[in-house]
């Protein structure tokens, strides 16, 4: 059975930072595209970073120099770590596994999807 358990959500003041995690069973990961999504209120999915089976990571324009995506195939669990927290940060979080050769980051493409986690920022 697959699964994708995301943690690491919570309340953080702005400037502030939080790593998420995704657990990932079911399936070797490390041979998928990987991704991290985000949900804020009342608006659309997107696409926050991307890490392929090479390693090699993709960012939105938004999170570009703050947030880094990382995987550590040992512990089958990819990572998020965000730094310089604002506002617009807000949002559910998912993470997402993709078979492809080539990553889309097109959240109808995605395979598998977690249940997502929460972050807050308070100004």
């Known amino acids: 059975q697959v699964q994708l358990v995301e943690s690491g959500g919570g309340s953080v003041q702005a400037g502030g930072s939080l790593r998420l995690s995704c657990v990932v069973s079911?399936?070797?990961?490390?041979?998928?595209?990987m991704h991290w999504f985000r949900q804020a209120p009342g608006k659309e999915r997107e696409g926050v970073a991307t890490?392929?089976?090479?390693?090699?990571?993709n960012y939105a324009d938004s999170v570009k120099g703050r947030f880094t995506i990382s995987k550590d195939n040992a512990k089958n669990t990819l990572y998020l770590q965000m730094d310089s927290l604002k506002p617009e940060d807000i949002a559910m979080y998912y993470c997402?596994?993709?078979?492809?050769?080539?990553?889309?980051?097109?959240?109808?493409?995605?395979?598998?999807w977690g249940k997502g986690t929460l972050v807050t920022i308070s100004s």
């Open positions: 079911g399936f070797t990961y490390s041979n998928y595209c």
């Open positions: 997402a596994a993709e078979v492809a050769i080539t990553c889309t980051g097109a959240d109808y493409a995605m395979d598998y």
């Open positions: 890490i392929d089976s090479d390693g090699a990571t």
